[in-house]
């Protein structure tokens, strides 16, 4: 059966000023929503908002890390922060034997001709989609869209994965 995800990349706790709306979010009501719209979500967050943010995650919520191989480092910030953390609730996790197992970090480089604060790698975008354990029938709401690089993504990775199916089974 096809799954509703969503994926909330929002400015981090704090850092609104950095972004053109210049908007805290509230993420209590975020992930009030998220629970109740979604089958399943994932959240880019900022390790110092870990504390405030999973007590209002429920308990099956994962924290996975986009480790970051190269990172700005901060004059007097030591040490440095080179991973964010990423909440994951409702992904599917029951696999084959035969498929791969997904890895709860992901290591790849930052993006840094963006022109937009905070804006993810393609590798971050199919590692998230083989967090949630997206298939090519669920629908995934980019909430906050940035750069647009998950919706481009998604559209990279469903032309891949109808490359893997064979023809006459394509659209059942």
């Known amino acids: 059966w096809a799954m509703k995800y969503a994926y909330a990349d929002t400015p981090y706790i704090g ?3 950095r972004y053109p709306e210049k908007q805290e979010v509230d993420h209590g009501a975020l992930l009030r929503r998220l629970c109740s719209d979604y089958d399943g979500w994932a959240l880019s967050c900022s390790t110092p908002s870990l504390r405030y943010l999973l007590p209002l995650c429920p308990e099956e919520t994962r924290v996975m890390a986009w480790v970051k191989p190269f990172a700005v480092f901060k004059p007097n910030v030591n040490p440095g922060y080179t991973w964010e953390p990423l909440l994951v609730y409702g992904a599917r ?9 997904v890895r709860d970090w992901v290591s790849a480089g930052i993006t840094l001709k963006t022109g937009l604060v905070g804006a993810k790698p393609r590798a971050f975008c199919n590692w998230l ?11 995934i709401d980019d909430l906050y869209p940035g750069t ?14 109808k490359l893997l199916i064979p023809a006459d089974e394509v659209g059942r």
């Not at 989609?129 to 629908?139: E, R």
């Open 15 to 17: 850092c609104a000023k």
């Open 93 to 101: 996790t029951k696999r084959s034997r035969s498929e791969a197992t």
């Open 129 to 139: 989609f083989d967090a949630l354990g997206l298939l090519p029938d669920d629908t």
């Open 148 to 161: 647009g690089i998950v919706t481009r993504t998604l559209a990279e990775w469903r032309d891949r994965y």
